[in-house]
């Protein structure tokens, strides 16, 4: 028994998992990809969605929390809109709008939002690490080894990254924002310091060459006049970030911003990830 999948905008991820579904002998529709070569679409969108069992929309769900994500296609598709067409379906998607959760959960859709799973944020640190390091080693005139990194917040994405640093003979340390972080940190035997360490001047900012940003608030402003001109800073957080850009714009900081970087590298990957979630949700539909 196949089940009917519709896979509604988002950027190549979701179009690669069209095809793995396709694989599988599972019936895709692809809507909002026009502008990829070879690509046709067969009907309107609110057609597809009415003939489907599982709609598949996109992560992130908005980047304007107007219209949906669809950066391979010249159509809008609004937030608003999309609701409507939606009932007792199963929907996929991430950072989806609380709002549209509700709404979709009063018409008795099944909502997973992959955002709010564990796993999927866990597995999602892996390539931000890695792109985090390939980003470094492009825009650094010294090598790793030896370096003295500071990265700032150690949850899934900050534990990964010092991870993976630490084992490139970084000498890395961490900015810890809690308890747990704290002991989390000790666990695994690294260094550890608070931001008011930074603040009271107990620890200098101009001894690290790389800084590491991870943390959605912002923690440095004037502190960042003490860095080193040479030194490197990332900042990986959304908004309202952690780094802060006017104090960057005026001290001419070697700066980054490096954000969404999952999707920007990691296509395959992510698209084999959600595979493996469809297919658990293929089987029970099969079971029933």
């Not at 959960?105 to 390091?133: G, S, W, Y």
């Not at 959304?238 to 999952?262: C, H, M, T, W």
């Not at 920007?264 to 099969?286: D, G, H, P």
Request: with cysteine; glycine share 4%; proline share 3%.
């Amino acid at each position: 028994m196949s089940i009917n999948f519709c896979v509604l905008g988002g950027d190549l991820r979701n179009f690669f998992l069209a095809k793995l579904l396709a694989k599988e002998k599972q019936e895709v529709k692809l809507y909002g990809f026009e502008k990829l070569e070879n690509f046709k679409e067969c009907e309107k969108y609110d057609k597809m969605i009415l003939s489907s069992d599982c709609i598949i929309l996109p992560i992130p769900f908005s980047k304007d929390n107007r219209y949906l994500y669809m950066p391979f296609s010249n159509k809008d598709i609004s937030i608003q809109e999309i609701g409507c067409y939606l009932e007792n379906k199963t929907v996929f998607g991430g950072n989806i709008p609380q709002e549209l959760k509700e709404e979709l959960h009063r018409k008795k859709n099944q909502v997973i939002d992959f955002m709010q799973k564990e796993e999927f944020a866990i597995l999602n640190a892996i390539p931000t690490a890695e792109a985090t390091i390939e980003i470094i080693l492009k825009n650094t005139k010294k090598i790793l080894q030896n370096s003295n990194c500071l990265i700032m917040g150690f949850g899934r994405i900050g534990k990964v990254l010092t991870y993976k640093l630490k084992g490139l003979s970084a000498k890395v340390t961490c900015m810890i924002t809690s308890e747990v972080e704290k002991a989390w940190a000790i666990a695994y035997g690294y260094t550890t310091i608070t931001i008011k360490n930074i603040q009271n001047n107990c620890t200098k900012l101009k001894q690290y060459d790389i800084i590491i940003n991870t943390i959605p608030k912002i923690i440095f402003k004037e502190e960042l006049k003490e860095i080193k001109k040479e030194t490197l800073v990332i900042d990986l957080a959304s908004k309202p970030y952690g780094i802060d850009r006017k104090i960057v714009e005026q001290e001419k900081v070697n700066f980054i911003e490096a954000l969404g970087l999952p999707r920007k590298i990691s296509t395959n990957y992510f698209s084999k990830i959600y595979e493996r979630n469809y297919k658990k949700y293929i089987s029970i539909k099969q079971k029933k």
